[in-house]
């Protein structure tokens, strides 16, 4: 299975212009506690994590970037540039974002708040844990 999974988001754009409505639980498969935008970015990649239990949805509101999904034996990526679509990533994945393009906006909706113990920063820890996870 792979592991890009892209949501349409409920588009309502018309010759005024785009709409795109967002609701917990409904478009979003979970109930939404934090969100939070990175934008002024650089040509500095960002990411290089996994989170253990954390879900969330990232939308590229504005401009393009490119995230890597890697779940300890494979890798793909997906340049996102549509702000009507979303990429889920749910489950034990490290990931990492490259290639923003200048005028980036990337919106991510997340199913918990903020907590450094779901970060898994370390690259050896991660694929640990999924070796743990896949002999259970
Ligand atoms: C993810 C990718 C896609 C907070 O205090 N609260 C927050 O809600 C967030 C997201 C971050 N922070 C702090 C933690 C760090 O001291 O902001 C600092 C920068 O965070 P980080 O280096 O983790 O940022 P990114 O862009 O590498 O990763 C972010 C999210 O943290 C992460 O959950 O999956 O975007």
């Known amino acids: 299975m792979s592991l890009i ?16 409505a967002i609701e917990s639980n409904q478009s979003i498969p979970f109930e939404v506690k934090r969100l939070y935008y990175i934008f002024d970015t650089t040509d500095k990649p960002r ?14 509101l ?5 995230f890597i999904l890697d779940n300890g034996s494979t890798k793909e990526e997906i340049t996102l540039d549509d702000p009507t679509r979303g990429l889920v990533v749910e489950g034990l994945i ?42 259970d």
Do not use: T
């Not at 504005?62 to 490119?66: A, I, L, T, V």
């Open 62 to 66: 504005k401009g393009s970037c490119r």
């Open 47 to 60: 990411g290089f994590h996994a989170h253990i239990d954390l879900k969330q949805v990232a939308i590229c």
């Open 94 to 135: 490290w990931r990492e974002m490259h290639d923003f393009s200048y005028d980036c906006v990337l919106l991510v909706l997340a199913s918990e708040h903020y907590s450094e113990q779901d970060y898994i920063r370390n690259y050896d820890e991660f694929q640990g844990m999924v070796e743990r996870r896949n002999n």
């Open 5 to 20: 999974k892209l949501i349409n988001l409920p588009s309502f754009g018309d010759d005024r212009g785009g709409l795109v």
